[in-house]
T-cell receptor, first 112, second 118 residues
Framework: QKEVEQDPGPLSVPEGAIVSLNCTYS??????FMWYRQYSRKGPELLMY????GNKEDGRFTAQVDKSSKYISLFIRDSQPSDSATYLC????????????FGTGTKLQVIP | GAVVSQHPSWVICKSGTSVKIECRSL??????MFWYRQFPKQSLMLMAT?????????EQGVEKDKFLINHASLTLSTLTVTSAHPEDSSFYIC??????????????FGPGTRLTVL
């Protein structure tokens, strides 16, 4: 079983739709949860960072963590064509970590 | 926000040559830098972790003699692909952790270097 599972998509939605991106993980030791956005042929860009269960909101983005289910989500409201990219979830273990485990990424396309 | 640069952004070389990739943190001191490799439609695979002034820690399956990492200062790490072969063609991405200013363990990524070995 992979440490982090993420549906690779692709996921196509119309402009303005609410997008839901998800990952599951297997190791309950993971404490830090991140979402990165990666445009084609570019390095990943950090979008959201959280280390607790519950919701964290930043503009049109909401990160949700459910540690009991080992399930994390990223919601994008009012999606825009510029949101078209690959979204990677990333998970790290507790304090002083040296290694981050990435999901395979979900490719999102927002159609105007 | 923290900025990490990489140079070059794209390199094409002949099989058997060595290629050096630089990773720089521009506005912060990076106590730890990470090197990743990403093949098409795959996720980032950690190759090695380097701490300034010490030897890099390589992930299982990564040849340390082939992928030489030097982290000589708090703002610069280099990855040298020695005797590159076509199977080394990939997208190499570095990231840096600002362990001084912030307590959060976030990594800031460079824009990546595309290596094509002919």
């Amino acid at each position: 079983q992979k440490e982090v599972e993420q549906d690779p998509g692709p996921l196509s939605v119309p402009e303005g739709a609410i997008v839901s991106l998800n990952c599951t993980y297997s190791n309950s030791a993971f404490q830090y949860f991140m979402w990165y956005r990666q445009y084609s042929r570019k390095g990943p860009e950090l979008l959201m960072y959280t280390y607790s269960s519950g919701n964290k909101e930043d503009g049109r983005f909401t990160a949700q963590v459910d540690k009991s289910s080992k399930y994390i989500s990223l919601f994008i409201r009012d999606s825009q064509p510029s949101d078209s990219a690959t979204y990677l979830c990333a998970i790290a273990n507790s304090g002083g970590y040296q290694k981050v485990t990435f999901g395979t990424g979900t490719k999102l396309q927002v159609i105007p | 926000g923290a900025v990490v640069s990489q140079h070059p952004s794209w390199v094409i070389c002949k099989s058997g040559t060595s290629v050096k990739i630089e990773c720089r943190s521009l506005d912060f001191q990076a106590t730890t830098m990470f090197w990743y490799r990403q093949f098409p439609k795959q996720s980032l695979m950690l190759m090695a972790t380097s701490n300034e002034g010490s030897k890099a820690t390589y992930e299982q399956g990564v040849e340390k003699d082939k992928f030489l990492i030097n982290h000589a200062s708090l703002t610069l790490s280099t990855l040298t692909v020695t005797s590159a072969h076509p199977e080394d063609s990939s997208f190499y991405i570095c990231s840096a952790r600002d362990g001084i200013r912030t307590s959060t363990d976030t990594q800031y990524f460079g824009p990546g270097t595309r290596l094509t070995v002919l």
